[in-house]
């Protein structure tokens, strides 16, 4: 070490030990702390109104014809949001009407609401998907999340809803 990097390391831990420094770096972590949780909190604001926006709307969806899960994949499919994300909306709104009630404080996330405190529901019960046998040469998969690494000759065929066809051609 170099007598310069003495002084610079010296010059540091004196301004370190200064009372307005010592100020300004508590300052600075609660700005980090207060933007980091606003952010958060944006996104549980959005999140729970949506699922209060699908829940008032039930009715509707229900003089139209339409019931349960269908509901979920259509405005998946107009959102572009997985279905996932829209039934975890409406289990939330479901669950805390009132989000001054949701526990957590500044340490809350979406990721935290989800993995903690919603109920487990059948679209995220972790097992694997499984394949259907619906005619001749075609697979359905009957999960919303999988990957599968295609083997030679097959290829995908289509898409409906939460169903992809496989088509197996012979070669």
């Not at 100020?23 to 604001?45: N, P, Y």
């Not at 999140?47 to 008032?56: E, F, M, P, T, V």
């Not at 994300?85 to 404080?105: C, E, H, M, S, W």
């Not at 075609?138 to 409906?160: E, K, M, Q």
Request: glycine fraction near 8%; aromatic fraction near 10%; include cysteine.
């Amino acid at each position: 070490m170099q007598k310069s990097d003495i002084e610079i390391v010296t010059h540091d831990r004196m301004l370190q030990s200064q009372d307005w420094y010592q100020a300004l770096i508590e300052d600075c972590a609660a700005v980090i702390v207060e933007g980091v949780f606003q952010s958060r909190w944006i996104l549980i604001e959005t999140y729970h109104l949506l699922g209060r926006r699908l829940l008032q709307e039930y009715d509707n969806f229900e003089r139209a014809g339409i019931y349960g899960d269908h509901i979920i994949e259509m405005v998946a499919d107009d959102l572009g949001k997985s279905e996932r994300t829209i039934y975890r909306a409406v289990q939330f709104a479901r669950k805390y009407p009132d989000l001054n009630t949701l526990p957590g404080g500044k340490n809350i996330s979406w990721n935290k609401i989800c993995n903690e405190l919603l109920p487990e529901g059948k679209r995220d019960n972790g097992s694997p998907p499984t394949l259907l046998y619906d005619g001749p040469g075609n697979l359905t998969a009957s999960t919303i999340r999988w990957s599968v690494d295609l083997p030679r000759g097959v290829r995908i065929n289509g898409r409906r809803g939460r169903q992809i066809w496989v088509k197996v051609w012979e070669e």
